[in-house]
């Protein structure tokens, strides 16, 4: 079975097509240092895996099936990177969905393997430069980013990024600088969220190792009336705010837990058990200008005054008990 010919074939179609009805719009995503898979060096099962993959997003980019050629190219490079054609058909697909980052990435990394995609195809070549320089023009501000995960197999999906879309971790890209949320998933782990920013000079993330998802707890989680959010610290000092009221896993530990208008130092402590299922009511918090004032904290001046006061009043009821009798 000769899969490279039948995927040259395909990508040639492609190349034609996709050169027809495809080539002319806008944006892109820029590139980090990814490693590389050789697609030559795949077993039989995986190159089968990969030109079926790779063929179908052709055929979909061709019929304008964007978001379908999207998933299954994003699928097929997982497998391989080093197949111009499905570069290719990324790139083009993510410039004529407006994605200009993620179209800047992939023409970039394809234009710093000019030459291979000369030989291989002089009509990409030429395309592939005019619309990376249009690219480029619509968002020179990318910048690099890179995320890892400590736990293999991770998946994530960051926001404004493939649509929020799950991917494989590792993720390299390019991005406009700003802020992001990041949420990381794996079966049988507890699903982790946080927040990151990416400066003009790029960023490089961490996404720590997910917890055992037997190490934690089912906790509902209720606020008094009147409040709507409550904010969630761990024992690292990171914090979260929720939507009262809120139910979920947690992953087991000493938590301290206040109401979102409230101030640290109202706080109560939380702690969630593994494998625990349980119910929690925040208190209000303790209003400072509510709190009685003790005695011994008056002035003098005041205190002899209501200790004057208090004589009269003894003075006046002794005399009305005395006119009764």
Known sequence: MNIRANHSRASRRLAMGIGSLIFALTPALALAERPEIDCDQLSEEDS????????????????????????????AMSICTTDVYTEYTLARVYQLTND?????????????????????????????????????????DVVTLEVVCETPETKISITGINNGQRMTCPFYGKVTPGSYTYTASKEGFTQARDSF??????????????????????????????????????????????????????????????????????ATDLVIEKKSNTEFNIPNAVKANCSATPLSNTSAPAAALLALLGALGFGALRRRRQNNA
């Open 197 to 266: 920013i990416v400066s003009s000079e790029g960023a490089n993330v961490t996404v720590p190792a997910l917890q055992d998802a037997d190490a934690t707890g089912y906790i509902r989680i209720r606020c008094p009336k009147g409040s709507s959010k409550f904010i969630l610290t761990d024992e690292k000092g990171k914090s979260d705010e929720y939507v009262c009221p809120w139910e979920g896993k947690l992953p087991a530990g000493a938590y301290k837990i206040r109401l979102g208008s409230s101030s640290p130092s109202d």
């Open 100 to 140: 200009c980052p993620n179209a800047y990435y992939h023409y970039e990394l394809l234009s710093n393997r000019s030459p291979e995609v000369q030989k291989e195809n002089a009509d990409i070549y030429k395309e592939l430069k005019k619309n990376f320089k249009d690219v480029k023009a619509k968002c020179s």
């Open 48 to 75: 089968q895996n990969f030109y079926d993959l790779s063929g179908r997003c052709a055929e979909a980019a061709a019929n304008k099936n964007f978001e379908e050629a999207l998933s299954l190219g994003v699928e």
